[in-house]
């Protein structure tokens, strides 16, 4: 399934001067909301058609460094970033820090250079913004920025109050060997199953914050797009994960809970067929569906503690003719509260005192809860050197919610 966008931009384009530090980000919610098309009066490449007035973002002042000392330092270490924008959005985003970007960055600062050394000085263009620009942004790491473009006359370029004209054929194969889209890719599996740690793994240059957020979708007849700052791509969307991401690149697992985080701040099941989105925040709402999904119960039963699972294999619950049970101490130490192992007698005491020891060998331990021997149906056993008891026995006992859901193959508890 081909990756789908979400978007709700919450800041409209203003009227001044659009900086190269809000280019990208601009450009980002622009692109994801559908609304980045190229005006009439837009810059193109070098060679093609474009009017004589095309229209640019204007570069913000770079009072601290010149534009001689920033082409001649241009480098990996002083190039931060590029931003390629093309003409179906961004094509790309360059990073002087990542090492696969080392030739391309090389050619940029070749072509910073080629101005610096032959570029004709002009007169600027009308510096009206608009809501599209193809072209390279360059942010150095001095905070220093740049922007070069193509239009009736070969290329040019605009750094602080240096606006320059360069025409040379080498400089302008260089520029658009640039415009060439790095493919998006998604890897996420078709099927999973509850409490299963899947991997998430993919590209996508407009990814400019470092953290991301994993939703689940179910699917439904209709979609009622998000349209507040909550983040969520759709309100019935759940947050099930985080994770990170580093030049666009993401990498990393989550374990797929039995239920995630609504809107409300509630906690709701999963349904069994949906789909995983990824949200990052751009001064905008955008979010990218990476696919459909379905989610099949838990090959083994796993423990879900305020909608998220729960890892140890020391909270691991069993099943045993039918019935959960979970290890007591564990689960007591994850609820706070405390039980006695009495050894004369064989029981688990909680809020008890040891009863007197029973005749005979022991085959089976007791639970006594609050000085009274539990019933039949809630009374442990032993399994692996652990103490073992139904789920029921913990409300009991502990007073909390705990529930078996048979859907996704979870033991689910609330904690107070």
Same mark, same amino acid.
Request: no cysteine; proline share 6%; hydrophobic share 30%.
């Given at each position: 399934m081909k990756p789908v966008r979400h978007a709700h931009a919450k800041a409209p384009l203003g009227t001044r001067r659009a900086g190269r530090s809000a280019l990208g980000m601009l450009l980002a919610v622009l692109l994801l909301s559908g609304s980045a098309t190229t005006p009439a009066a837009a810059?193109?490449?070098?060679?093609?058609?474009?009017?004589?007035?095309?229209?640019?973002p204007t570069a913000s002042p770079t009072p601290a460094t010149s534009f001689k000392e920033l082409a001649a330092s241009c480098g990996p270490s002083t190039l931060k970033s590029v931003l390629i924008g093309g003409a179906s959005g961004v094509d790309d985003q360059l990073y002087g820090a990542r090492k696969e970007d080392a030739a391309r960055i090389k050619k940029v600062c070749g072509m910073v250079q080629a101005f610096a050394k032959k570029g004709k000085p002009v007169k600027a263009f009308d510096s009206t913004p608009y809501s599209f620009f193809y072209g390279l942004s360059l942010t150095f790491s001095n905070k220093g920025d740049a922007s070069i473009f193509g239009s009736t006359g070969g290329l040019y370029l605009e750094s602080g109050s240096t606006f320059l004209q360069l025409d040379d054929i080498s400089v302008s194969k260089d520029y658009s060997s640039l415009f060439v889209r790095n493919e998006e890719i998604a890897e996420i599996p078709a099927t999973a199953r509850f409490g299963e740690k899947i991997r998430l793994k993919g590209h996508d240059p407009l990814l400019f914050s470092p953290?991301? #957020?994993?939703?689940?979708?179910?699917?439904?007849?209709?979609?009622?797009?998000? !349209?507040?700052?909550? %983040?969520?791509?759709? &309100?019935?969307?759940?947050?099930? @994960?985080? @994770?990170?991401?580093? #030049?666009?690149?993401? &990498? #990393?697992?989550?374990?797929?809970?039995?239920?995630?985080?609504?809107? &409300?701040?509630?906690?709701?099941?999963?349904? !069994?067929?949906? !789909?995983? !989105?990824?949200?990052?925040?751009?001064? %905008?709402?955008?979010s990218r569906t990476l696919g459909e999904m379905s989610l099949l119960p838990a090959a083994e039963p796993f423990l879900s503690v305020d909608g998220k699972p729960a890892l140890d294999a020391a909270l691991?619950?069993?099943?045993?003719?039918g019935r959960a049970l979970l290890p007591l101490r564990s689960i007591a130490k994850l609820a706070g509260k405390s039980v006695v192992w009495d050894k004369a007698s064989w029981s688990a005491l909680i809020r008890s005192e040891p009863p007197a020891p029973r005749k005979g060998a022991y085959s089976f331990p007791q639970l006594w809860i609050d000085g009274k021997l539990a019933a039949p149906e809630l009374q442990p056993i032993l399994r692996d050197g652990l103490t073992y008891v139904p789920i029921r026995a913990l409300t009991a006992a502990f007073g909390i919610s705990v529930s078996w859901n048979a859907a996704s193959r979870s033991v689910d508890i609330e904690l107070p």
């Open positions: 810059a193109e490449p070098a060679g093609s058609q474009a009017p004589a007035a095309a229209v640019k953290e991301l #957020f994993v939703y689940w979708t179910p699917n439904a007849e209709t979609y009622s797009s998000s !349209s507040d700052s909550s %983040g969520y791509p759709y &309100d019935h969307s759940l947050l099930i @994960g985080t @994770g990170t991401q580093q #030049f666009g690149y993401y &990498d #990393f697992s989550i374990t797929l809970p039995a239920y995630g985080k609504a809107k &409300d701040g509630t906690m709701k099941f999963l349904e !069994s067929k949906g !789909s995983l !989105s990824l949200y990052v925040a751009y001064g %905008g709402n955008g691991r619950p069993i099943l045993r003719e």
